[in-house]
């Protein structure tokens, strides 16, 4: 069971980054940074809650993006090498306000961060896609 969970979240988790990817290709001019970093945030907790229940945990989207990194990091120590420190202090509440004066670079730095999660989750779930 917790296989076909983890691969429905996982294929969830793929959705999420090729759309964040894809929010990444329009014009500077039609970027919204709240959408963008809203997809990056979801795209990054599926991706911690898929390799979770691949190894027999249970995580909700409603546990803080830490807490899920640091039960990942329990079971594969190289979850602890990617700082997601800046994308989890941003509540939902205050990400409205950040993200409105946000610069493209700190974007990048955000987007560094999903596809650095994704492989290694892609890796440690043993390639799957």
């Given at each position: 069971?917790?296989?076909?969970?983890?691969?429905?979240i996982l294929n969830r988790a793929l959705k999420e980054y090729d759309a964040a990817c894809e929010e990444l290709n329009r014009p500077s001019e039609?970027?919204?940074?709240?959408?963008?970093?809203?997809?990056?945030?979801?795209?990054?907790?599926?991706?911690?809650?898929?390799?979770?229940?691949?190894?027999?945990?249970?995580?909700?989207?409603?546990?803080?993006?830490?807490?899920?990194?640091?039960?990942?990091?329990?079971?594969?120590?190289?979850?602890?090498?990617?700082?997601?420190?800046?994308?989890?202090?941003?509540?939902?509440?205050?990400?409205?306000?950040?993200?409105?004066?946000?610069?493209?670079?700190?974007?990048?730095?955000?987007?560094?961060m999903l596809k650095d999660i994704r492989k290694l989750v892609l890796q440690?779930?043993?390639?799957?896609?």
């Amino acid at each position: 069971m917790e296989n076909t969970v983890s691969t429905e979240i996982l294929n969830r988790a793929l959705k999420e980054y090729d759309a964040a990817c894809e929010e990444l290709n329009r014009p500077s001019e039609d970027l919204v940074m709240i959408a963008e970093f809203d997809l990056i945030k979801k795209a990054v907790k599926s991706f911690l809650i898929a390799f979770l229940f691949e190894k027999g945990f249970i995580a909700s989207e409603k546990d803080e993006l830490e807490e899920i990194q640091a039960q990942c990091a329990t079971v594969n120590k190289d979850f602890e090498k990617v700082d997601l420190t800046d994308l989890s202090i941003l509540s939902d509440e205050s990400s409205h306000i950040v993200t409105n004066n946000m610069e493209g670079n700190k974007m990048l730095i955000y987007i560094k961060m999903l596809k650095d999660i994704r492989k290694l989750v892609l890796q440690s779930m043993d390639g799957k896609k």
